[in-house]
């Protein structure tokens, strides 16, 4: 627990190190905060141009479905490629100075997850616009976003600790969030595949469930409570297991540099 | 157990060991490729071997030894940067440590951004900073240049900005290796006395340099260090002249 008591400890550091990825991201940008609101509605389009007319998905809130898939989807892969390059992005203050490792993965998580908040934002009108009203049940969508938070810090804490022993991890991570990405039904309807004898790809994909109980409170339906148990649980048990390897090995790293 | 209370910084036997070959598998493919060959051997090397010392509250320790003897190691082993291979380290108090001054620093940053990121590596609060914020400007005498990003500042400016943020605050231990070789002969001088004037109170400091001159006038104790080992630590005149007849 010794990590934890360090990270109150530097608890400035860790909001100056969020704060940081936020304002060089938008310096120097013309469009700034709306940058990241014009990049998920571009590939919305994109999305539902190409897939709404390969599979014939016509609904009118297909692009509701593919946007609030790929938000989700976004954050996973952003956070958890940050994490596990934190590491050797902070080699320069590693090396120099005593500053509690476990800041670094976590800041960068919290850095994606603020960027993810802002672009809600855009779902929120696109949703409007479309006719998906806000109902109560939308008030859900809490929970999977929640589970989503840790399984993305767990995974990050995993991936930036091998990270910091291996250096290509980066492109083998790379090959397998796309995997990931085409077993979490993002501009795809679940349904055929859910229902065939490869089912499991689905639903044993903790980041599907959280996809699909997000989806489920912005329709203004039920969320699967099995969904939502099962990522929640494997979001528990990666929070776990991370900041276990990660505390055991952290002062390991600097020799790896 | 009444002696601790005096002491600031005790070693007890230790050990920093690296392997020199580590380079060859830091990637999965030649960590898979290196199991199927059998272990590659490893050629560890230890920068510091077996260090036992302790330092009382308020003494200014001078760390001496050629390039290559540990001088290095031994401040980071001692800010805690590295975890030793074996053996303890204690430390009473809180410690600044100035191994390089502006670490942390980010170059898209302009100054003032700067004064809060690295204070919060040093660990103060942005309300600490903003209250300390013109004193570090102006001891920076960075007054005009402080809105622009510090990639456009030269070396000594970065230095001089580090070295106001670093000193702000008064730490407990102050760890200084070879902080002081930086920015033109007035800065330097302004830096000594600023340095000076944070010892009266009861701060520990370690200074590491090869300036001989400077080390005699700050320090009241020195050590010596050679290939990883420590080979004398006494009152400053003692071991400073042995150190000039060990380098002759």
Request: charged residues 20%; hydrophobic residues 45%.
């Amino acid at each position: 627990m010794t990590g934890i008591k360090e990270l109150y400890q530097y608890r400035d550091l860790f909001c100056e190190l969020v704060r940081k990825g936020i304002r060089l991201k938008y310096r120097r940008s013309y469009l700034g905060v709306v940058w990241s609101m014009i990049e998920p509605l571009l590939t919305m389009i994109v999305l539902t141009v190409v897939f709404g007319t390969l599979l014939g998905h016509h609904e009118k809130t297909f692009p509701v479905y593919i946007l609030s898939g790929r938000l989700i989807y976004t954050l996973f892969s952003q956070s958890t490629t940050g994490a596990l390059k934190s590491i050797r992005q902070n080699e320069g203050l590693i090396k120099k100075v005593f500053v509690p490792k476990l800041l670094y993965p976590l800041s960068s998580v919290a850095f994606n997850y603020v960027l993810f908040l802002i672009s809600l934002v855009v779902l929120a009108g696109v949703s409007l616009v479309l006719g998906v009203y806000p109902t109560i049940k939308m008030l859900m969508a809490i929970l999977p976003l929640i589970v989503l938070f840790f399984m993305s810090v767990g995974v990050g804490l995993i991936l930036s600790t091998l990270g910091s022993f291996f250096r290509d991890l980066e492109y083998l991570w790379n090959v397998g969030l796309m995997l990931v990405m085409y077993a979490s039904a993002i501009f795809y309807y679940p349904d055929a595949i859910l229902e065939s004898k490869v089912s499991w790809i689905l639903s044993y994909n903790p980041l599907f469930c959280v996809i699909s109980n997000f989806r489920s409170c912005i329709f203004g339906e039920s969320m699967d409570m099995t969904m939502l148990g099962y990522s929640a649980g494997f979001a528990m048990t990666v929070l776990v297991v991370g900041y276990i390897i990660f505390e055991k090995n952290k002062n390991k790293f600097i020799l790896h540099l | 157990m009444s002696d601790k209370v005096t002491e600031a910084i005790k070693l007890e036997n230790v050990t920093m060991s690296f392997n020199l070959h580590k380079e060859k598998l830091d990637s999965v493919k030649e960590y898979v490729l290196g199991l199927v060959k059998g272990k590659t051997k490893k050629q560890m090397f230890n920068a510091l071997s077996d260090i036992s010392f302790s330092v009382n509250k308020g003494d200014r320790v001078g760390v001496l030894g050629l390039n290559g003897a540990g001088k290095s190691t031994l401040m980071k082993v001692i800010a805690g940067v590295y975890e030793p291979t074996s053996g303890n380290v204690y430390k009473e108090g809180v410690v600044a440590p100035m191994i390089e001054l502006g670490a942390g620093f980010d170059v898209q940053y302009t100054g003032a951004e700067n004064i809060y990121l690295y204070g919060s590596v040093l660990g103060h609060s942005r309300k600490d900073m903003q209250q300390r914020f013109d004193e570090i400007v102006e001891f920076s005498e960075l007054k005009e240049f402080i809105d622009v990003p510090l990639k456009n500042y030269s070396s000594g400016m970065r230095a001089r900005l580090g070295f106001a943020i670093a000193t702000v605050v008064k730490p407990d231990i102050l760890i200084l290796d070879e902080v002081l070789s930086v920015g033109d002969a007035k800065f330097k001088k302004k830096s000594e006395a600023k340095l000076m004037s944070m010892m009266d109170e009861q701060t520990t400091v370690i200074f590491v340099s090869h300036n001989l001159a400077q080390v005699r006038r700050i320090c009241n104790k020195a050590m010596i260090l050679e290939k990883g080992r420590l080979i004398a630590y006494g009152d400053i005149d003692e071991i400073a002249t042995r150190y000039e007849e060990m380098t002759k």
